[in-house]
Nanobody
Framework: QVQLVESGGGLVQAGGSLRLSCAASGRTFSNYAMAWFRQAPGKEREFIAG????????SYADSAKGRFTISRDNAKNTVYLQMNSLKPEDTAVYYC?????????????????WGQGTQVTVSS
């Protein structure tokens, strides 16, 4: 089993930045692909960014491209989401997820492990 714990969320003004962290434990972190999803009230869970286990393959949602960066530090068993130029529409609960095997970044059901989520609120 893999346990994931997100942190770094909070309240920020539009145009500001946050860095989310996801600390993993319980399994060999370096063997897993990692991703960030978010879910706003009344909306389905949305893929934001993904990073392959090797760190060489990335994927971003159009809404995140150019503003968000996913990275990982295998020595610390941690994945990050750097969020810049935040907009009110970025307000959501952000979740990290891990998968040993996936065929699509975008299908949340393919991820076997999830964190509890961290709230990001962007004010205008």
């Amino acid at each position: 089993q893999v346990q994931l714990v997100e942190s770094g969320g909070g309240l920020v003004q539009a145009g500001g930045s946050l860095r989310l962290s996801c600390a993993a434990s319980g399994r060999t972190f370096s063997n897993y692909a990692m991703a960030w999803f978010r879910q706003a009230p009344g909306k389905e869970r949305e893929f934001i960014a993904g990073l392959g286990s090797s760190g060489s393959i990335t994927s971003y949602a159009d809404s995140a491209k150019g503003r968000f960066t996913i990275s990982r530090d295998n020595a610390k068993n941690t994945v990050y989401l750097q969020m810049n130029s935040l907009k009110p529409e970025d307000t959501a609960v952000y979740y990290c997820a891990a998968a040993a095997y996936i065929t699509s970044w975008y299908r949340d059901r393919q991820y076997g492990y999830w964190g509890q989520g961290t709230q990001v609120t962007v004010s205008s």
